[in-house]
Each structure stands twice: as C-alpha cells, then as structure tokens.
C-alpha cells in the first residue's frame, strides 16, 4: 500500500494561486508504472478525477474544468506530486485527495491508495 501525505491547501481569493504537494512512499512495485492523481469532492458532490499522471512520465490527463488552470507533475527523485493550481474560481472549493493506483491512468482510474484530503477554499 503506497502511503500519501497532502499538503499545501489554504485559503485564497478568486483568480489566485495554490500548490498542493504529495509525499509518497511504500510502493509495493516499479513506482514508475503507478499511475497517481489529484481528485477532489465538494460539498453535497461525488468525488472526481482533477488529473492524472504516470510516475514514469507520458502526456498527463486534465478534467475539462481544470484543463489550462491546473498542472499535474511528479518529481521521482523527491517522489513528490504536486498540483499548481491558478486562476482559481470560487467553484474549486473542495478537499483535494493525492491518489495511487499500479497500473493504468486516465479519467477512468480507480485508486487502490488515498492521500488523507486538504481543503482548498476559494473565496470570491
């Protein structure tokens, strides 16, 4: 089971900027072929996928909502993700959860491992 620590949440007004990070470990094989992803849920809304990227690199994967606003990227050496998130909109206000799943990546992915969430609230 890969352990994910979040941080990096706050508080911010619209059109601003946060940088979630991920600390990884555990990985139970080749880190390079787990895919990870940020998700987030909104209060009264159903979890969903923000991004995704392989630990190995590749073309990372955007929600249309984030697409252009967001970027997804890992480091390996510091086995860390992050998630730059600018321009935000008062409609990002969510707990953002760090996730982890061997295998395949995309708006499909079903983590087998999750992060404990942070909140990012942005106010308008």
């Known amino acids: 089971q890969v352990q994910l620590v979040e941080s990096g949440g706050g508080s911010v007004q619209a059109g601003g900027s946060l940088r979630l990070s991920c600390a990884a470990s555990?990985?139970?094989?080749?880190?390079?072929?787990?895919?990870m992803a940020w998700f987030r849920q909104a209060p009264g809304k159903e979890r969903e996928v923000v991004a995704t990227v392989y630990n190995g690199g590749g073309s990372p994967y955007y929600a249309d909502s984030v697409k252009g606003r967001f970027t997804i990227s890992q480091d390996n050496a510091k086995k860390t993700l992050t998630l730059q998130m600018n321009s935000l909109k008062p409609e990002d206000t969510a707990i953002y959860y760090c996730?982890?799943?061997?295998?395949?990546?995309?708006?499909?992915?079903?983590?087998?491992?999750w992060g404990q969430g942070t909140q990012v609230t942005v106010s308008s």
């Open positions: 996730a982890a799943r061997y295998g395949g990546c995309g708006p499909g992915l079903s983590p087998t491992d």
């Open positions: 555990g990985y139970r094989y080749n880190r390079y072929l787990y895919c």
